[in-house]
């Protein structure tokens, strides 16, 4: 309910077409629809200009796919995230129109979008240290597809062999945002962060061994960065990093 | 042995019909039945107003056969809880009057009860956060009916829509007793805490990731919160809070 | 704000004494007076039935003994928390009327007390574990004074000599709640939740050395007690087991 | 040196004006000036639109005072932060003009600004949970206006008394971008991450007891947010948070 | 190499039997039997009076089976602890006289004893929390009757019924030597400690959920325990807690 | 109580010259005086053979002194530990006969002995790992002289000289019990461990840098050391070795 | 791109035969093979006369394949480490030639090594604390092999039996470099780094339970240590281990 | 005592001139001085080319200056390290020829040297993030100073102004050895050891806030780097990495 709709329910109080009763219920009640098992939020496009995302774990398949068809019924786009094999086979029985794009994440957990929002400006880089960070820097990319921008990936960027980031460093510089994906260490970030002026959203994965914790030392190390400014959101949450640059670039598609 | 019987005890041997020596080893002795692998509290009833329960994790098949005899022998409710399928398929088979009920856990975890408890007065809410939330909500809700109340669950009631907690103010400012099941940051807590002057115990969930760290966090996030009074249990205890509720709310039920 | 006042204001509305421009402003508008450093809240004592306390660390003395003259105003009690020594000097000076009591809390941390609530029922046991859990038991004890209980505190009751515990052993199974505060392994929890069915919250303190991890160590023993339905506050946070007993005890003397 | 530089050199080493050893000598120095302690990136400002800031732990009086000099010698803002009080004087003491502005953080430290960057466009909030947090909250506003934005500071907004908040739900719903300051458990963040589509930059603070671990449960909840697409940088880290404000908004001012 | 083959060496070294140069090199060796992947130490039962282990996990069937092998060459007894099946398998089948003990273990993992040593004197008693807690406590009891021992288990004896651990009062008040065994919070350590003036080595168990941590708070609990003079071993270590009770208890039976 | 004056009450129960009312009250209370701030213990010579200390932090200088006086009524030795100046000179004062011998610890804390226990049986080693070590070898030290022990301390034979190690193993070799205190990676109690067959109590300090953690990391060395049959208590516990080897050596002066 | 390199690019653009635009676009590229998902470093031997090697996890088997055969083309050795069965597969399917050496490491994890670099000098030890420690030192010999040393290998040195490692006292003093690889509490790295004036690197492992914490506490002993200049890499990293005994022996074989 | 002086004293059991029971006494007697409080390890220096330092923190000055002297009778160069301004005074005054150095560390922390050791050859580099990362990097300077060698120092590096290191990247691919001193995310090792393949010795420094965890983040980040090889020592271990340097570097001038 945004502020027009406010004034229109009390003017109608005003000129008794609304009981205040009545009113009292309606300015409690926000919009979405309570499912049992979930109160899907269809009033957070209006709010924030951002859909609202199905996450898998915990949920069962049946849930899954009637959270997806709800969204979908207030219109898309829709993304199933962390989806295991059943809760995916579920809800893209279920919801077969449009097409979904499915993303496999790895350790079996996969991304699934339908439709795509109208797109957005800005040029978004998503740079990923090593290889093995690539799954995650793929769920960030099939997201911000989602979000209706074009990101450009760039693979293999770890910091032991500065050269290869260095050849991007014009892009780096003319870039609207950049995502930094990196697990081990996470330097990456640090470098990425003095290169460029531009937002700077790092996401540590899980990916090292040896002192890595389970992507804990990227972590601490993106977040205890020398290079000012920069941004940190949890680790392998190459989703949440997709939604943070589409808070912070031009809404010119999402709002009035 | 309750503090009658301990008059009674000594009142035998001032009238001389117990020996000294006897009373002495009475005295030792308070009531459990001991099973070679466990020593029932039958005791803990006319104790605390609590029955006892089984926790399945390290027992065999046969041990939680066993002692939930044991138990329903001394009265019951009895609850199983954590049960993995082959103590649930042991237990159930031994002990089938009269008829579990039986509550489904995630990751292959059950609870079974049999029995019930008098009915409790009060009007308890269980205010889950997330979809995924739910199984640990479940183990709350079946063990408060087990022990007699009829807590009302209401699913998905996170922080980020706040308006769909808020829907639910008029119920949180009218119980006597409110449940929070959060992971991820466990920020419902403070804003339920906040809306009531119920008690509130809050369950930290090992739901969420990127820094969820299996509940600690939101288990921090919990004994931190800005709102006074909160109290806390372990991650997941869904099974701790329905015994929290059962200490705090009128035990006309349950005690003389 | 409560229903009535909503009820009112719409009202208002609708026979057109209340222009809906002037209802949009005031329902956003719920009590609170905004000191610029601070909104303080009025509306906690009809909302919840609890005091707004001041809690003193990081605040300027100037800010504490604004904070308690606004609340003052508001009807008491009032109560400074964690406040160190100027900060106390500045709030009694400028809030003299009614005298304040003052409790010592260790580490040059005091309590502040201005009037007190109407008198509320229920036998209130603090247990400690040891002398130098005293602080955080007074602590416990002052709070609850000023929210209308008359607590009674069992001082040295450490499981090391347990037979000191059994002394009171009657006295915990007729209480209405109990508050163990206890350091090192926080062991007294699980005797006395296994004692008593009356709610038991347990204050982990930073007292002990060896491994005790400044109350870390109490804190995840308490979580994880083996004695069912007993909760936690924070570390050292006596203060809080106070309003968590103001919350499960009959409000009959705090609300209608 | 940029890209036009790197032209104009080897022009000169084509039209053999510029010997090939020379260049290669070059190439290697990019612009910073070394002091022996330390080598100060003159070159920041034209790569990132950021100006260069001293942090003071770990200097000597000395030299703070010495690289203040050399950065206002490359043109302002300069920012000292963190500073104590020898190192304020000595550095106000030797770079006295222009009039420097001083902001005295908790605990003996002080951010100190000298000149101001041309304005920046953006509305900006500052958004903080408690009293207790204003002095990151005021670190990360008096950085912001060395940066050219002119932040509004909302003081005592945390959840458990959730109509603070919903009061500036509509400052909030326009924002360009909110820094989020909150202590204890940092649920301010994901309600607020839930109310506004806008960026939203989270600072956890060390403010807080009972389980806050110095900062530590406040910037693993913002980090476990249910609310999608928030960020974070470090503890008590109001200056980064200011930075990234700058990364993110229209740079109008900073670059071509 | 006791002392009394020392003088022998260098007797032989001044009537001029031993070279000096074969002296230097035998000094260098004591008497270990190296198998490549293994240096088995013969020498451990004269240097301790304790007998040496196979410690499983790591290792291949084969090295299992050749290191119990040379142990019995040495003289026994022999334990295998927490060995795989295919360990076991390998072990018995390569060394099937005498007939060895198998006790199982959890997760799979077992003690296989061979033989057993000479009896040793005192009174031990094993005192698990729950029945959880068995598989641990098993671990402990196997290995003591491995070393001589006669140990008396008392399961289920955990502190929320403490009633259940008073009726073992005298026993423990005369016993030789206690090993408590506990998970969860770990608090019987501490009642137990309180109880006899015995030594007492505590066993954490990876036994518990909510907030056990697999055993850290357990641990935690029992090194900060409130009881003087109570000792720890590592979390799960039934092993090591039966050969800390070699070591204390009279060594008449197991030394010259 | 012993089982003794347990019989006498009942015999006076039988015999009609206690009435039982009176029997319950007295067979609730165990021996202990409350002073109010604490309940004395005069029963743990008898239960445990063991003399109860004063433990200094938390309480204040006249609670310590009375501590102190209570304890020497109930006949010696006292200790007082952990105390800070105020403290000892308030103890010392009240309670100057017999004369208390008093050992200065590190930061300001100071054990203080009244009287002695009759001397133990055992030859006792203390080996410290370095000099930074001595002043927790020395609480241990100082403590089992109070208990009647005269044991023999070994400084600064840290592994990495193995050789000064090497220099004491026939006394090692001889002992009765050994304790370890060592901080940094507390490798020296492994090396000692596989020296003796005695009961090694290993004590880990707070020494050391780099990653020593305050004695964290000497701690968790020394849980997971690969000397079987070794046990741990907390960190700087030098009090609590001494107790241990209090309960483990022969206890003919103490007991019955 | 060498020195000479750069040289030679600049005489090119002075003597007019590469135009400046070029150079810039030369210049920015330092040599890498980009294969989409990496970024091929063949300029790694030239600069740091180490090779490349191919980490396997969260890498297809196709990628593996690939990197492998793009590293062949550029000269040998290649090294495939912690690979899988199905990236082994995979690799050595599509490069068969000259044969490789395959190591097995444990739970599943591989080393595969094509070819082998020109002989290094050095006598290097790795001294291994426990048979279970094998798979680790394993993998520091495998890679150590293809960086063309010979190292000894010398398991089950763990200091519960000193002797096993004094026998190899002078091995120890005249090796030019040791690798320790040790789990538990990691001890024996404090032991050798007394015994030699070698360099010593110390590998923890993921050995040991207890307290061990998957490798955790041996990590921390090991850069605690009291044995000055020892210097440590990430656990079970025994490949980092072989790499920075490349750095560390004399170049001569691999630099000009 | 070496290999010759073994031999010889064989030789003297074998020619009659000495017992062999003074043979045992003497071969348990490796050259150490006792000096009560501490064993002074002259052996050192032959056993491993390193001079024996003394580590201030928990000595009294007395045995501060005790030791310093006991170490220059054996020969220099002597180094006390971490000593407060106490210890410096009266180890200077008890030992004042030759000359010593003095280096103030921060947080009130020296270290001072007597005499030098024989200039050692190699080319090494120390390598700093930050101005506030000198401290740590001068204790390492000067330690090395007294070891031999001439380090250089390079300061206020950090990755994010990369082109300040690349400005180095001659001297670091020419170096022999490189010490890189980093706090914050520690990020500058990964980028050092990529450009360089000469051995790279890591300092995690506490310097930082936010996420700096006094340097445990640091000291993870680069344990977990990307470039292969590097090793690590304790956090703020200038003194460590100079030891380490001391073992890598040729030993001409030390050993024979």
Same mark, same amino acid.
């Given at each position: 309910?945004?502020?027009?709709?406010?004034?229109?329910?009390?003017?109608?109080?005003?000129?008794?077409?609304?009981?205040?009763?009545?009113?009292?219920?309606?300015?409690?009640?926000?919009?979405?629809?309570?499912?049992?098992?979930?109160?899907?939020?269809?009033?957070?496009?209006?709010?924030?200009?951002?859909?609202?995302?199905?996450?898998?774990?915990?949920?069962?398949?049946?849930?899954?796919?009637?959270?997806?068809?709800?969204?979908?019924?207030?219109?898309?786009?829709?993304?199933?995230?962390?989806?295991?094999?059943?809760?995916?086979?579920?809800?893209?029985?279920?919801?077969? &129109?449009?097409?979904?794009? &499915?993303?496999?994440?790895?350790?079996?957990?996969?991304?699934?979008?339908?439709?795509?929002?109208?797109?957005?400006?800005?040029?978004?880089? &998503?740079?990923?240290?090593?290889?093995?960070?690539?799954?995650?820097?793929?769920?960030?990319?099939?997201?911000?597809?989602?979000?209706?921008?074009?990101?450009?990936?760039?693979?293999?960027?770890?910091?032991?062999?500065?050269?290869?980031?260095?050849?991007?460093?014009?892009?780096?510089?003319?870039?609207?945002?950049?995502?930094?994906?990196?697990?081990?260490?996470?330097?990456?970030?640090? +470098?990425?962060?003095?290169?460029?002026?531009?937002?700077?959203?790092? &996401?540590?994965?899980? +990916?090292?061994?040896?002192?890595?914790?389970?992507?804990?030392?990227?972590?601490?190390?993106?977040?205890?960065?020398?290079?000012?400014?920069?941004?940190?959101?949890?680790?392998?949450?190459?989703?949440?990093?997709?939604?943070?640059?589409?808070?912070?670039?031009?809404?010119?598609?999402?709002?009035?």
């Amino acid at each position: 309910m945004d502020e027009a709709a406010l004034h229109s329910l009390l003017e109608g109080v005003r000129s008794g077409t609304v009981a205040p009763d009545d009113a009292v219920a309606i300015l409690r009640r926000l919009p979405f629809a309570d499912l049992g098992y979930a109160k899907v939020d269809h009033h957070r496009m209006l709010r924030q200009g951002l859909p609202e995302a199905v996450y898998g774990p915990g949920k069962t398949p049946e849930q899954c796919a009637g959270l997806v068809r709800e969204l979908l019924n207030g219109g898309g786009p829709v993304l199933l995230s962390r989806a295991d094999e059943e809760q995916v086979s579920a809800a893209v029985a279920a919801n077969p &129109v449009p097409e979904p794009a &499915v993303e496999v994440h790895r350790r079996g957990l996969t991304t699934v979008v339908w439709g795509r929002a109208p797109a957005r400006e800005g040029r978004v880089m &998503v740079v990923a240290a090593g290889t093995a960070d690539l799954p995650v820097a793929s769920e960030c990319v099939v997201t911000m597809r989602a979000l209706g921008f074009e990101p450009a990936l760039h693979a293999d960027c770890g910091v032991a062999g500065i050269h290869r980031l260095l050849a991007s460093v014009t892009e780096l510089a003319e870039a609207d945002a950049v995502v930094v994906v990196a697990g081990m260490e996470g330097a990456l970030t640090s +470098v990425v962060g003095g290169l460029t002026g531009a937002p700077v959203v790092a &996401v540590p994965t899980s +990916v090292g061994y040896g002192a890595g914790l389970e992507g804990i030392t990227a972590l601490l190390g993106m977040l205890a960065t020398c290079a000012a400014g920069v941004t940190v959101v949890g680790i392998d949450n190459g989703f949440g990093a997709a939604f943070a640059v589409a808070r912070l670039l031009p809404r010119a598609a999402a709002g009035p």
